[in-house]
């Protein structure tokens, strides 16, 4: 379970983040929805404490980030947005370099590692040294590395983004099954009919304020309109982030 309250950030005279509250909760896809620049990043960088927010607040599992950041880490697997692999490394090298960081012994490092390879369709690539993956590689690897320590709360930056129309259903698929396993799954996306093919509740954010929030039945019945592509059109006041 995820939640923010009034979350505040600014950059000089850029005010990224202007007052967003929401909760992710457990058994659940929440996505983040907004067009760029909307403060969806800035948002995800608060939460998996990479920036303390100008003001407001963020709860993992009931545990505060300002006061227990560490326990709140221990809770998040993170695809941050820049996935950062360390090249020199194989795609099993870079997950078990996680799971040290992680303090996960060598047994549950391995069954781990062989379990996420396995689920991420990833054999063909694991023993690769990851220079020159491609994007879908990358993102694979830096999925199964976020995951490596089982946590119960998962935060995704666009993973999506840039993957071939097979490789995003088969991150769709992934999606699905973490959620079927009862875990909190929150990501961001700025394509509409990403986040409806896949999220229980939709958090749209547009100029770092959330303008709704719901399920999409209750974005359409807020908007009065039958269609959801409206509808967000409707919400956000231009029809950005409606790329296909
Ligand atoms: N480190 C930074 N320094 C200065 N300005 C920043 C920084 N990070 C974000 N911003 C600004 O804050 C605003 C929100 O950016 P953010 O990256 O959170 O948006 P986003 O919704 O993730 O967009 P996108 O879909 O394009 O990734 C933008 O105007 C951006 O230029």
New binding site residues.
């Given amino acids: 379970m995820i939640e923010v309250d009034d979350l505040h ?1 600014a ?2 005279k ?4 202007a007052g967003v509250s929401f909760a992710a909760r457990d058994g659940e896809i929440t996505g983040l929805l ?12 608060m939460l998996y404490t990479l920036m303390t927010p100008d003001r407001g607040s963020v709860r993992v599992d009931g545990i505060d980030a300002a006061t227990d950041a560490n326990a709140v880490r221990r809770r998040l697997g993170v695809l941050p ?1 820049a996935r950062g692999l360390y090249k020199r490394l194989s795609a099993r090298e870079n997950i078990e370099y996680f799971a040290r960081l992680q303090g996960l012994d060598a047994a549950t490092t391995r069954t781990r590692c062989d379990a996420l390879i396995a689920a991420l369709e990833m054999a063909d690539i694991a023993e690769r040294r990851s220079e020159g993956f491609s994007q879908g590689q990358r993102v694979k690897t830096a999925i199964a590395r976020a995951l490596v320590h089982d946590p119960r709360n998962i935060i995704l ?2 993973p999506t983004n840039g993957l071939d129309v097979m490789a995003t259903r088969a991150m769709r698929r992934f999606l699905l099954q973490l959620r079927e396993e009862g875990r909190c799954v929150l990501f ?1 996306s ?1 394509i509409m009919q990403e986040v409806a093919a896949l999220c229980d509740r939709i958090v749209v ?1 547009a100029k ?1 304020r959330v303008v709704a929030a719901g399920t999409a039945d209750d974005l359409r019945a807020q908007t009065g309109e039958a269609n959801l592509e409206e509808a967000f059109v409707r919400i956000i006041g231009s029809d950005e ?1 409606l790329a296909a």
């Fill in positions: 950030k950059f000089g850029v005010q990224a983040v907004g067009p760029n620049g909307a403060g969806k990043t800035t948002t995800l960088r947005d930056d666009e961001s700025h954010i770092g982030g």
